[in-house]
T-cell receptor, first 114, second 111 residues
């Protein structure tokens, strides 16, 4: 089945630790995205990538880093510089351009900082 | 002003009633609009596109008002299963096909 797989689903981190969230897609989509969602809030764009080895900052990139070494993979690292990392993180992919408006989302990764 | 704004609700709706809510956008160059549905603690999923002339999908009707820069979603004959958060998405080609999500409107359908 085609889709997006995020892991882990739940993650606990101590303050000062970096953590990497995995996102893999087998939809052959060119574009991939990382969003953050806080309780009762909408989605805010962290980073996006339209091609391998290239990515752009979104609205809230500070404290995060990404890589796009393969078309299928777009991992997100939440660094210790991110002041409030506890959130629900969603990875998505789409065709380019995204005129159909359809983003395919993974099931999300829920990060809690202890 | 936020690029895309929604009333967060919640809209408490009796089962079988009709509910409607809007999403306003600030960039007049935005050209594509969509509604997503997000269930509690789940990922968002595309509900429907919004066409210039308005469109229906079963009990759901979406409309676009370019002059006032808002889109709307109307749900008729509400079901308990319609309880969710509805997110609008705006695509602006002039900004490199940027997708912007609204904050979502929470709908609670009660028996």
């Amino acid at each position: 089945d085609g889709g997006i797989t995020q892991s882990p689903k739940y993650l606990f981190r101590k303050e000062g630790q970096n953590v990497t969230l995995s996102c893999e897609q087998n939809l052959n989509h060119d574009a991939m995205y990382w969003y953050r969602q806080d309780p009762g809030q909408g989605l805010r764009l962290i980073y996006y990538s339209q091609i391998v080895n290239d990515f752009q900052k979104g609205d809230i990139a500070e404290g995060y880093s990404v890589s796009r070494e393969k078309k299928e993979s777009f991992p997100l690292t939440v660094t210790s510089a991110q002041k409030n990392p506890t959130a629900f993180y969603l990875c998505a992919s789409s065709i380019l351009p995204p005129n159909t408006g359809e983003l395919f989302f993974g099931e999300g990764s829920r990060l809690t900082v202890l | 002003r936020k690029e895309v704004e929604q009333d967060p609700g919640p809209f408490n709706v009796p089962e079988g009633a009709t509910v409607a809510f809007n999403c306003t956008y600030s960039n007049s160059a935005s050209q594509s609009f969509f509604w997503y549905r997000q269930d509690c603690r789940k990922e968002p999923k595309l509900l429907m596109s919004v066409y210039s002339s308005g469109n229906e999908d079963g009990r759901f009707t979406a409309q676009l008002n370019r002059a006032s820069q808002y889109i709307s979603l109307l749900i008729r004959d509400s079901k308990l299963s319609d309880s969710a958060t509805y997110l609008c998405v705006v695509i602006t080609k002039a900004a490199g096909n940027k997708l912007t999500f609204g904050g979502g409107t929470r709908v609670l359908v009660k028996p």
